[in-house]
């Protein structure tokens, strides 16, 4: 096992009816500004029970946060908070909503001319504007954790951030409003939550026996979830499974003590900020291309995810780990969710070395649990997922 | 799945080598009180490392707190850090030490007569001195959470304590320190981990497939990592697993959004107020003969257990769950501990009325997932344990 640090203060507050606790989580002398999405929250009821629980607060609203939250539509966000002199962000909404505010959270004190330095020169937040969330659409686990995402269309830029500073003084979750999601967005979630456990567990064998045991344990759930929060949304049991899954599967947890990969995921953020493809969807496309070019180093893990998981009793090492990549996908097309760039783009030839071009200007030259995914196998792994 | 909250601000700190890392965890302007047991952390150089680490801090120390802590003990320490002036106490040891510490944390803002009154009028800790570990013996857990347990001979009680007050700022978890652990205390500390976690699991089912395959994750790892530990304790990938695997049984995770029974802790509680016995053992004494007793209630999490953990693939719900209660004890006694209280005293005729009558005086008269085991029943569970 390797050495590691856990530090996770996020208050997680869970459970049915809890956005009342508000009052008791914000205290009433700070000027809040409340974040979110495409106004989604204004039809399932959550923008009422919200404001309802900060009566009597100074809330400013700031409303439109895309998917894949946009600089553009943050640098408004930050201006007003700059404006309205804001004491603490509420975050309503999905991980694109919860990630664009801690972009701004780290913006907001930022001492720096240009807070795309942030995203570009990857400057690490030790200290942000302090902020909670209201989870709505669990996915990304943005609620429990310290990284972020943020998008620049402009320049077809999709970048990470993080640091000590970003985690959520608290988060909100309530399982509720996963009857109000559309199903592309509750596919989305469960593919996305799957994928971050793979990209923290599919490495190699370091016998760290508990963390593997908790990622295969989220998978697992995931797996047997997936179906019922398909078939009825409205299901609370099943709302609740799929949500705590998401949060568990990138709160930092599992992560701890052992390799991790990501090359996935860094490879599949050129595919969002080429083609505006869902994150989750471009997820599944990268991955199960990802995962036959690294065969060799993959199968032991392949193999045990198909003995645990799947329950895959019979067959050598190697059959059990291309019996693995092929339920994965198979899972990926049981949520409706194409593997294919095809499924996605018709001009999709010669993408692939854009997106190495990309990679390289990134200096994301050396990518995956080895380091030994430098942009011309990203190349390879993409022209296979056309 | 039930409404919970998750709060765990404890930066660990877990690996190699770690020690060194105190200068950057505790301010040099604080002045600190070092706190330990026996003197063993003297034998195997952790005592050491850790006057290296901080050479240059202002350290006044307190040896000799012993296994179960003790009240007497405890207020010697209390006039130390009032007459010291102490800002920030560290903990060195296993659980003792580290419970010893939070009674300390909170009698020393305690704002009452007689500290005793925190345990005994089971006052919540809100706000408490701060303190650090660094763990030299996994079993409790208590480096990743905020609770305690004291004891108190001269009138032969032994009481739990908490709140949000009492996690510690750091905990520093070397698993190097395994290999100086007598086998006598590495198999307590698996037993009480193992414990922990059915206290948390063995209810009724409730639908929380993450928290039921997490549970079985850690069990699972510690059944495999326990030969491997008590075989050669210098094996550190043994020792990293048994450590992680310990903390992550009792740091509040598991319990989230389900029923916990813990009826066990509380009537073995007695037996180490009334005998000495160590901890894990007097749980291995009642545990058993407690599950035969719910049979009823608790067969299905038993069977599901029975079908996860130990692989058991044929017969009806009430032969897996029979299993289970054997597998159980087995397990026990693998690891050289015994299962009856006849085997640790010949002086048990009338302990069990005496135990009644004490949980009876704490007000603990409806234990249990369904509060149904009431001082009646404990007698006749720690009668079936002679």
């Known amino acids: 096992m390797k050495n590691f640090e856990l530090y996770n203060p996020v208050n997680l507050v869970f459970g049915k009816n809890q956005i009342t606790k508000l009052s008791s989580l914000i205290s009433k002398d700070q000027k809040v500004l409340m974040l979110y999405g495409g106004g989604s ?61 801690k972009f701004l959270s780290s913006a907001a004190l930022y001492e720096g001319d240009d807070p795309w330095e942030i995203l570009a020169k990857r400057i690490r937040t030790n200290k942000g504007l302090p902020f909670g969330t209201v989870l709505t659409l669990p996915a990304t686990g943005s609620e429990m954790n310290s990284g972020a995402v943020v998008s620049r269309k402009e320049i077809n830029k999709k970048l990470a951030m993080g640091g000590p500073g970003l985690f959520p003084q608290f988060s909100i979750c309530d399982p509720t409003v996963v009857k109000s999601i559309p199903q592309r967005q509750i596919a989305n979630g469960v593919a996305d939550a799957f994928t971050h456990v793979l990209e923290q567990y599919m490495t190699y064998p370091i016998g760290a026996l508990v963390q593997d045991r908790f990622s295969e344990g989220i998978m697992s759930s995931l797996i047997e979830v997936a179906p019922k929060i398909t078939a009825d949304p409205s299901d609370y049991d099943a709302a609740a499974n799929f949500m705590w899954a998401c949060t568990m599967a990138l709160n930092g947890l599992i992560q701890k003590g052992v390799p991790t990969d990501w090359s996935v995921h860094m490879i599949a953020h050129e595919i969002t900020a080429h083609y505006g493809v869902d994150h989750a969807r471009t997820l ?103």
């Open 41 to 101: 929250i204004k039809k399932n009821g959550v923008y009422d029970q919200v404001k309802e629980a900060l009566d009597g607060y100074d809330v400013v609203e700031f409303g439109g946060i895309e998917a894949n939250p946009e600089f553009e539509t943050l640098m408004k966000a930050l201006k007003v908070i700059k404006e309205e002199k804001i004491d603490f962000m509420l975050a309503v909404g999905g991980g694109s909503v919860i990630d664009g505010t």
């Open 284 to 386: 599944a496309i990268v991955l199960p291309r990802a995962y036959q070019y690294k065969f060799e180093e993959k199968k032991e893990k392949l193999a045990q995810f198909a003995e645990r998981v799947l329950d895959v009793k019979t067959g050598n090492i190697e059959e059990k780990a291309s019996h693995a990549i092929t339920a994965i996908e198979e899972f990926y097309h049981s949520l409706g969710i194409d593997t294919k760039l095809s499924e996605y783009t018709e001009d999709y030839e010669g993408f692939a070395q854009k997106a190495a071009e990309s990679l390289t200007q990134q200096g994301m030259v050396k990518l995956g649990e080895h380091g030994d995914i430098t942009p011309e196998v990203a190349v390879e792994i993409l022209e296979k997922s056309y």
